[in-house]
């Protein structure tokens, strides 16, 4: 009869270091995103923005600005 019990299998701690190292390249590739989308951001904010877009119902040209909060002059 089957024991009931559950014990930990052999492969079971080389499994759990196995996951542990992928979350750690997870964690070091969500680092290295964050560094690059506020690098972006912060060079945005440094200079306006404008987009133009042409409405493809009306075809009026239609232009947004942004500007960012930071002062030029650095």
Known sequence: MANGDKSA???DKQNVERLERRLDMLDQRLDNIDSI???VAE???RQPITLNITCPHCHKDIEI???GSEKPGR
């Open 43 to 45: 060079r945005v904010m």
């Open 9 to 11: 299998q052999p492969g």
């Open 37 to 39: 989308v506020t690098a």
């Open 65 to 67: 600005t942004i500007i």
